[in-house]
Nanobody, 122 residues
Framework: QVQLVESGGGLVQAGGSLRLSCGAS????????MGWFRQAPGKEREFVAA????????RYADSVKGRFTISRDNGKWTVYLQMNSLKPEDTAVYYC???????????????WGQGTQVTVSS
């Protein structure tokens, strides 16, 4: 089992920034990839960004390219999501996920955090 704990969500004005963190513990060696997803009310959970922990290869959703950056600190088993130029449409619960391979769908991940709310006001 892998336990994931997100932090860093909150309320921010449009154009502002937030940094989300996701700490992993447990059988972390089984999780080569970490991803961020988000889910707005009434919508499906959607892919935001992902990273391969060993080599740092990243993948982003088109909607966040150039604004969000995913990074990792392997020594701390932590993954970050730096979110800049936030828009009201970025409002959602953001979830951290861990899996064996980099994937862009929720089914590709085995473990999930509890989520952290991000609200962007206009």
């Amino acid at each position: 089992q892998v336990q994931l704990v997100e932090s860093g969500g909150g309320l921010v004005q449009a154009g502002g920034s937030l940094r989300l963190s996701c700490g992993a513990s447990g059988r972390t060696f089984s999780s080569s990839a970490m991803g961020w997803f988000r889910q707005a009310p009434g919508k499906e959970r959607e892919f935001v960004a992902a990273i391969i922990r060993s080599n740092g290869i990243t993948r982003y959703a088109d909607s966040v390219k150039g604004r969000f950056t995913i990074s990792r600190d392997n020594g701390k088993w932590t993954v970050y999501l730096q979110m800049n130029s936030l828009k009201p449409e970025d409002t959602a619960v953001y979830y951290c996920a861990a899996g064996a391979v980099l994937a862009v769908t929720p089914r590709g991940y085995d473990y999930w955090g509890q989520g952290t709310q991000v609200t962007v006001s206009s």
